[in-house]
C-alpha cells in the first residue's frame, strides 16, 4: 500500500480520528499541533499529509546545508533549491546546527553507540526528508535522539524480548522502529494523539509489514497486553487511554512531553497503574516545564513531581543530547541565539 492507502485504511479504524481537539486540558503546544493537523489534513482521507513523518509543526530538526548529490537526490531538486536560499538567509544559524550536530555524534560515540549509529543510517528510514552526512554516517538530530535512547533501553537491559513497553507521545515511531530491529518481539503499546499515531503506523508498517498492527478500534477487545502476539504494535489514542491504563506492562517511558502537558494530564498518565506499576521506568523531562523566567509551556511540572520513594533509581544525570544546540528566538525584546531555558533529566528507575 501507498501512503494514502495507509492513511485511509488507519482512519476507517479509528472512529474517533478527527475528535483529538475536543479533549480536555490539552496544553496550547499540542492543542496548536492538532489544529494544524487537522488543518492540512481533510477529513475525508483525501490528503497524506497524515502520513508525513515531517510537517509544518514537527520534523527531524532539520540538518546543515550539504552540496552532496545524495542530499540532492534524497530531497529531489526544487526542496534542495529551498534549502539553498534558507542557507544563505540563515548561515548563522546553519553554523550552530553543525557545531550542535558533530557534538551530538561525539556524545554517541562517547556512550559505545558508534555502532549503531552506522547500523541505522537515516537516510535509508521511510518517509526522511532531512539528513547529514558525516563520518560514515548519515543522521539527523531527531535520529541521533533516538539513537541515544535505544542505546540506553538495550545496554541498561530496559526489555527482554517477550515484554511489554508503553511509550506516551512516540510522534512517528522512530524509536520503536530502532528498537524491534533489536528486540524483534517486544509488545509495543504507542499512545499519543489519532494523526501522530498515523503516521506511526505508516512508518512502521514500511518497516514491518508482516508485524500484527492493532488499530484503534480494537483496543476495547484486548484483555491482557501480554496476550497479544509477539512483536504487535498497539496504537493507542490518548482518548483512549483509560482502556488499557489497568494493564500492567514491563518497561514504561516518556521522552520531553510530559513536561510539555497541563500537570493534571501528565499526572493522569504518570500515576496510572500501568505506569507505575511496571517493572521499570525510563523519562526525560525538563527540570522545570516554565521557568518564571521564560515560561516556554503552559505546565507547573517540574523534578520533584516524577520522584516516588516507592522506586529505585538506577540511573540519574542530565540528558546530554542537543545539549549545545543554540535557538534563535525572541526574549526580553531582543532576538539572539540562545540556550534552552531549562535543561532536561535523564531518569531510570524501577519499582
Not at 507547573?300 to 540511573?315: N, R
Request: charged share 25%; proline share 4%; glycine share 6%.
Amino acid at each position: 500500500m501507498n501512503t494514502l492507502d495507509k492513511v485511509k485504511l488507519f482512519q476507517s479504524h479509528s472512529p474517533d480520528f478527527f475528535k483529538d481537539d475536543e479533549i480536555k486540558n490539552i496544553d496550547s503546544k499540542h492543542k496548536d499541533i492538532v489544529h494544524a493537523a487537522y488543518h492540512l489534513g481533510s477529513r475525508q482521507g483525501k490528503n497524506d499529509s497524515f502520513g508525513k513523518r515531517s510537517w509544518i509543526q514537527q520534523n527531524d530538526i532539520s540538518v546543515p546545508l550539504q552540496l552532496r548529490l545524495d542530499a540532492l537526490q534524497m530531497v529531489g531538486l526544487k526542496e534542495f533549491g529551498k534549502k539553498i536560499v534558507s542557507y544563505m538567509v540563515n548561515m548563522e544559524s546553519d553554523r550552530f546546527l553543525k557545531s550542535a550536530i558533530l557534538d551530538d555524534l561525539g556524545i554517541l560515540g562517547q556512550i559505545g553507540a558508534g555502532k549503531l549509529v552506522l547500523e541505522n543510517p537515516v537516510s535509508k528510514t521511510p518517509g526522511v526528508s532531512d539528513a547529514y552526512f558525516v563520518q560514515g554516517a548519515s543522521i539527523n538530530m531527531r535520529w541521533m535522539r533516538y539513537l541515544y535512547l535505544c542505546h540506553q533501553i538495550l545496554h541498561n537491559n530496559l526489555l527482554k524480548d517477550d515484554e511489554v513497553w508503553l511509550d506516551i507521545g512516540p510522534f512517528y515511531g522512530g524509536l520503536q522502529g530502532l528498537v524491534k530491529k533489536y528486540l524483534p518481539n517486544v509488545r509495543m503499546v504507542l499512545v499519543d494523539f489519532h494523526h501522530q499515531l498515523c503516521r506511526s503506523y505508516v512508518y512502521l508498517s514500511s518497516l514491518y509489514p508482516d508485524a500484527n498492527h492493532i488499530f484503534p478500534d480494537a483496543i476495547r477487545s484486548i484483555k491482557k497486553l501480554h496476550d497479544l502476539p509477539a512483536g504487535s504494535f498497539v496504537y493507542v489514542p490518548a482518548g483512549d487511554f483509560a482502556k488499557i491504563s489497568h494493564m500492567s506492562c514491563e518497561l514504561s517511558t516518556n521522552f520531553v512531553s510530559f513536561g510539555e502537558m497541563k500537570k493534571t494530564t501528565f499526572l493522569e498518565y504518570y500515576n496510572s497503574n500501568i505506569f507505575q506499576k511496571s517493572k521499570r521506568s525510563y523519562l526525560v523531562n525538563r527540570f522545570v516545564s516554565a521557568p518564571f523566567f521564560e515560561k516556554t509551556y503552559d505546565s507547573e511540572s517540574i523534578i520533584l513531581d516524577y520522584l516516588k520513594e516507592d522506586k529505585k533509581t538506577l540511573f540519574f544525570n542530565i540528558f546530554p543530547m542537543h545539549i549545545y544546540l543554540l535557538t534563535k528566538r525572541m526574549l526580553f525584546d531582543r532576538s539572539e541565539f540562545r540556550p534552552i531555558s531549562s535543561q532536561y533529566f535523564e531518569l531510570i528507575f524501577s519499582g
